[in-house]
Each structure stands twice: as C-alpha cells, then as structure tokens.
C-alpha cells in the first residue's frame, strides 16, 4: 500500500508529467511557473482521496477511491480543468501582451506580475486531476486494489 510519501511522490511525478506532456503539445514556451503550479497540486490532489476517506482502516476504500468514480467523475474534472486551464492561458497571453505594450516600467512589471501569476494558476489547474488519478492508481496497484462502486 503506497504511504503519505509515495502519494505526494507520485502526486508530484503525474503534475509534472502532465505539464511536459502538454508543454509538448501546445508549442508554448516553456514556463517554470506552470511546471512547479502542476507539480504542487498534483501533489496536493495525491492526498485528496485520503482526505475525503482517511486510510484509517484497511477498508477505508470507498467512493471516491472506487472505479466507478475514477472512470466517471475524473473524465468530467478532466473537461472542467482544461476549460479553466485555457481561460488562465489567455489571461497570461493578454497580459504578455499589455506588458509588451508598456512604456512605463512598473507597468511593464505589473503585467509580467500577472502573467506569471496565471501561468502558475493554468499550470496548478492542470495538475488537478493527475494528482487524484495518481494516487487511485498506486491503490489500484495493491492487493487490496480499488472497489467497483464503493
């Protein structure tokens, strides 16, 4: 049974991944910002299962660490955070934009200020549900593996 450690390992391993991944796809440059934002809420996503329904007996498993929810309610998440994730990214290419634009320099830094912020945002969105998907996953790698429905 994976611990408190190895959820938040792979918690961070599945929020970063899915960064490189889309990174990749995207034809976006490169951002630090979204790596460590996806990185830190896949690994706080890991913990969510345990939190919901703490690992405090060997049949703790239950709805929201069941098949059922993992292949329906992780599909949905899914949509939602990549529509909130591109909502955040055209924040960060507008204000790309106005920073470019700036003449002053505190301006030109206030809206640097707020792209990155966004980036770390799209980035910590996108995280979300690897996060979660990670640490049924590691359950379901057990012998006492994940329930049906809960």
């Known amino acids: 049974?994976?611990?408190?450690?190895?959820?938040?390992?792979?918690?961070a391993a599945a929020g970063a991944a899915?960064?490189?991944i889309a990174y990749n796809l995207s034809g976006r440059e490169f951002s630090v910002a979204e790596f460590i934002g996806a990185t830190l809420s896949g690994?706080?996503?890991?913990?969510?299962?345990?939190?919901?329904?703490?690992?405090?007996?060997?049949?703790h498993r239950s709805t929201f660490h069941s098949?059922?929810?993992?292949t329906t309610a992780l599909p949905?998440?899914?949509?939602?955070?990549?529509?909130?994730?591109?909502?955040h990214l055209k924040?960060?290419?507008?204000?790309?934009?106005?920073a470019a634009q700036a003449v002053i320099e505190?301006?030109?830094?206030?809206?640097?200020?707020?792209?990155?912020?966004?980036?770390?945002?799209?980035?910590?969105?996108?995280?979300i549900v690897p996060g979660y998907a990670?640490?049924?996953?590691?359950?379901?790698l057990t012998p006492k593996s994940l329930p049906l429905l809960g």
């Open 1 to 11: 049974m994976a611990n408190h450690k190895e959820h938040l390992l792979y918690g």
């Open 18 to 20: 899915a960064y490189l």
């Open 43 to 59: 690994m706080a996503t890991a913990k969510l299962p345990d939190l919901i329904e703490p690992a405090d007996h060997p049949n």
């Open 67 to 70: 098949v059922t929810f993992s």
């Open 76 to 87: 949905i998440a899914w949509q939602w955070t990549q529509s909130k994730r591109e909502e």
């Open 91 to 98: 924040l960060v290419d507008k204000y790309a934009e106005l």
């Open 106 to 127: 505190q301006e030109k830094q206030m809206w640097q200020q707020r792209a990155f912020w966004h980036k770390f945002v799209a980035g910590a969105i996108l995280g």
């Open 134 to 140: 990670s640490h049924l996953l590691a359950d379901a």
